[in-house]
């Protein structure tokens, strides 16, 4: 089944413990990104990466961190997560550059206290 | 700058009756425009984009460049359509998807 997962669905954390959110995909997608929702402003783009080894922000960079070693997976990095990196997260992938993501995973929500 | 607009936060009618999702956009050049789907405690789903023009769902979505809108729209709205409903842009520019801030449909039996 064609599908993107991330890990963990939901997870409470300290501010400034160091967290990793994966996200793996297995339809050999080439681009992928990240896109947090908070309630009024929708989706907003973290990270997006176009192929292996190249990853560029997005629109909410800040505090933010990614890597793609492999096309399967894209982790989200918070080094130093403060309060307002609370929110819903989500990892998206696409077969087309330049085409919207089709397939989203199923978001982590986190909370960070 | 590229955006896009969904100025209803909230939408709620009763089943049965004609529903129509605001989308408005600023792009220049030609635009790639989408809808997406987020059912309670679900993933977003891509519902439809313009360039198909088929309908999903009974859902359509005509591009209106004159107007720069792509509202959706569907005759008859039933119960299960209750959910977020995202407009999204695609930006060839930037390689970005640009998100509207969505609009809930609340549909009421």
């Known amino acids: 089944e064609a599908q993107v997962t991330q890990n963990p669905r939901y997870l409470i954390t300290v501010t400034g413990k160091k967290l990793t959110v994966t996200c793996s995909q297995n339809?050999?997608?080439?681009?992928m990104s990240w896109y947090r929702q908070d309630p009024g402003l929708g989706l907003r783009q973290i990270y997006y990466?176009?192929?292996?080894?190249?990853?560029d922000k997005g629109d909410v960079p800040e505090g933010y961190k990614v890597s793609r070693k492999e096309k399967r997976n894209f982790p989200l990095i918070l080094e130093s997560p403060s309060p307002n990196q609370t929110s819903l997260y989500f990892c998206?992938?696409?077969?087309?550059?330049?085409?919207?993501?089709?397939?989203f995973g199923q978001g982590t929500r986190l909370t960070v206290v | 700058a590229q955006r896009v607009t969904q100025p209803e936060k909230l939408l709620s009618v009763f089943k049965g009756a004609p529903v129509e999702l605001k989308c408005n956009y600023s792009?220049?050049?030609?635009?790639?425009l989408f809808w997406y789907v987020q059912y309670s405690r679900q993933r977003l789903q891509l519902l439809l984009r313009?360039?198909s023009r088929e309908s999903i769902k009974g859902f359509t979505a005509d591009l209106n460049k004159g107007e720069t809108s792509f509202h959706l729209k569907k005759p008859f709205a039933q119960e299960e359509d209750s959910a977020m409903y995202y407009c999204?842009?695609?930006?060839?520019?930037?390689?970005?998807?640009?998100f509207g801030t969505g609009t809930r449909l609340q549909v009421f039996p």
């Open positions: 999204a842009l695609s930006d060839y520019n930037t390689d970005k998807l640009i």
């Open positions: 998206a992938s696409s077969s087309d550059r330049g085409v919207p993501e089709a397939f």
């Open positions: 339809m050999n997608h080439e681009y």
């Open positions: 313009h360039i």
């Open positions: 792009y220049s050049g030609s635009p790639e």
């Open positions: 990466s176009m192929n292996v080894e190249v990853t």
